[in-house]
């Protein structure tokens, strides 16, 4: 009886002390080294901050010269039956124009959205009392108008009353 054939399990390991464990409050951790400030970002370019407009200036200058193109051409060929396909090329430069208008409102923040809205409203009205109210004055013996002068009007009443609305919200704050 002297000896147990089966020998006791041998004891566990003991665990890591916290001492040892990196998130241990007892373990004395040095700062971080301090990064280097990033230089700061180089100003954007002209072309970069000013993109919608240099856009914008070389849609209606691509669409001006279609349009002095197809007027010089379909003056110059009044019988051929292929001008009225051409005197429609100026639709296409006018709705990259659109496209790039729609782009940059797209970009704005909600106040400048907000002023444009306002400015869109009031120039659909402005333009409606203008058509209607020309549109008696024809019936009273005044000229017909090209309608081909009713976007340009439509482009300054926009504008005028974009202009009046940034200056009012400007002044308002």
């Given at each position: 009886?002297?000896?147990?054939?089966?020998?006791?399990?041998?004891?566990?390991?003991?665990?890591?002390?916290?001492?040892?464990?990196?998130?241990?409050?007892?373990?004395?951790?040095?700062?971080?080294?301090?990064?280097?400030?990033?230089?700061?970002?180089?100003?954007?370019?002209?072309?970069?901050?000013?993109?919608?407009?240099?856009q914008f200036v070389l849609?209606?200058?691509?669409?001006?010269?279609?349009?002095?193109?197809?007027?010089?051409?379909?003056?110059?060929?009044?019988?051929?039956t292929w001008r009225y396909?051409?005197?429609?090329?100026?639709?296409?430069?006018?709705?990259?124009?659109l496209s790039v208008i729609?782009?940059?409102?797209?970009?704005?923040?909600?106040?400048?959205?907000?002023?444009?809205?306002?400015?869109?409203?009031?120039?659909?009205?402005?333009?409606?009392?203008?058509?209607?109210?020309?549109?008696?004055?024809?019936?009273?013996?005044?000229?017909?108008?090209?309608?081909?002068?009713?976007?340009?009007?439509?482009?300054?009443?926009?504008?005028?009353?974009?202009?009046?609305?940034?200056?009012?919200?400007?002044?308002?704050?």
């Open positions: 009886m002297g000896e147990n054939p089966y020998p006791p399990p041998p004891a566990e390991a003991p665990g890591d002390p916290l001492v040892t464990h990196p998130a241990s409050p007892f373990l004395r951790t040095e700062a971080p080294a301090p990064a280097a400030f990033p230089s700061p970002p180089a100003m954007p370019s002209f072309a970069a901050t000013h993109k919608a407009q240099i849609a209606v200058l691509a669409y001006l010269m279609v349009v002095v193109g197809v007027g010089i051409v379909v003056q110059a060929n009044g019988g051929a396909y051409v005197a429609l090329l100026p639709v296409v430069p006018a709705g990259i124009v729609l782009r940059a409102l797209g970009r704005l923040d909600e106040a400048k959205k907000r002023i444009q809205l306002q400015a869109l409203g009031s120039t659909a009205g402005a333009a409606a009392l203008l058509a209607f109210g020309y549109g008696s004055l024809e019936g009273e013996g005044l000229p017909d108008v090209n309608w081909t002068l009713f976007l340009p009007v439509i482009v300054l009443l926009w504008a005028s009353a974009t202009a009046v609305l940034e200056l009012r919200a400007r002044y308002r704050r």
